[in-house]
C-alpha cells in the first residue's frame, strides 16, 4: 500500500503571497490531519478533516485554511505569506474515527518564504 | 489543555548501550492516547506505538520497549543496544478523546529528543 504523499516536497515563496499544499492519504483512509513543525514551536496541530469535513481546528490564523475533497485527499493553503510561515508542514492519514486509529505521516512540505 | 514533556533535548551514545527517553504528559482527559514517533533526518514521522489510557501493560517490541506509568503520568520509552540507525528525533505525544466529536486525532507533541547513537 502507498503511503501518505504530499506534493510539492519543496517550495520558496514571497511575503505576502498564497501558497497551496496538498495531501493524498493511504487508500481508505478518510482523515486527514495537517501539522506545523518549526524549530521554535515544534509540531503544531492545524487542522483535521473527515468526509470533507473540517471536524477539528488548531489555534492557527484565519490566513490557514483547508479542504478535503470526495476521494479524501486534501490542501492546505495559507494566504498573505509572512515570513514565520516558514516550516515543514506535515499530512497525516488515518482509516477512521476515534483514537483506535494511529496517524501514518507523509514525507512532508518544507515551505520557505522569503 | 494537554501537555507533554520531554525534558531530554539532545541525547548521545555509543552504539550498543542502552537509552531511555523520558515522557512526561499532563492532561485532565480520563480517555486518552500516547503515542511514539520517529523522526529521521528525512522529516517523515514514522509511527512506533499507540498506547491507551487504560491498557499500564509495558510493551516489547525487539529492542524497543516502553514503559507507562499513569501513577507518574510518565510514557518512556527504551532501546535496547542502541545503533546508529536508531539516530533521529524522537517525538512522545498525547491524543484526548473528544466524545462531541468522535475525534480524538490531534496530537499534541512533546518538543521531541535529538538520539545520536556514535559508532
Known amino acids: 500500500k502507498a503511503g501518505v504523499t504530499q506534493t510539492p516536497r519543496y517550495l520558496i515563496k514571497t511575503r505576502g503571497q498564497q501558497v497551496t499544499l496538498s495531501c493524498s492519504p493511504i487508500s481508505g483512509h478518510r482523515s486527514v490531519s495537517w501539522y506545523q513543525q518549526t524549530p521554535g514551536q515544534g509540531l503544531q496541530f492545524l487542522f483535521e478533516?473527515?468526509?470533507?469535513?473540517?471536524?477539528n481546528k488548531g489555534n492557527f490564523p484565519g490566513r490557514f485554511s483547508g479542504r478535503q475533497f470526495s476521494n479524501s485527499r486534501s490542501e492546505m493553503n495559507v494566504s498573505t505569506l509572512e515570513l514565520g510561515d516558514s516550516a515543514l508542514y506535515l499530512c497525516a492519514s488515518t482509516q477512521g474515527v476515534g483514537g483506535l486509529y494511529e496517524q501514518y505521516f507523509g514525507p512532508g512540505t518544507r515551505l520557505t518564504v522569503t | 489543555a494537554q501537555k507533554v514533556t520531554q525534558a531530554q533535548t539532545e541525547i548521545s551514545v555509543v552504539e550498543k548501550e542502552d537509552v531511555t527517553l523520558d515522557c512526561v504528559y499532563e492532561t485532565r482527559d480520563t480517555t486518552y492516547y500516547l503515542f511514539w514517533y520517529k523522526q529521521p533526518p528525512s522529516g517523515e514521522l514514522v509511527f512506533l506505538i499507540r498506547r491507551n489510557s487504560f491498557d499500564e501493560q509495558n510493551e516489547i517490541s525487539g529492542r524497543y520497549s516502553w514503559n507507562f506509568q499513569k501513577s507518574t503520568s510518565s510514557f518512556n520509552f527504551t532501546i535496547t543496544a542502541s545503533q546508529v540507525v536508531d539516530s533521529a528525533v524522537y517525538f512522545c505525544a498525547l491524543s484526548e478523546a473528544q466524545p462531541s466529536s468522535g475525534s480524538a486525532r490531534q496530537l499534541t507533541f512533546g518538543s521531541g529528543t535529538q538520539l545520536t547513537v556514535l559508532p
Open positions: 478533516y473527515f468526509s470533507e469535513t473540517q471536524r
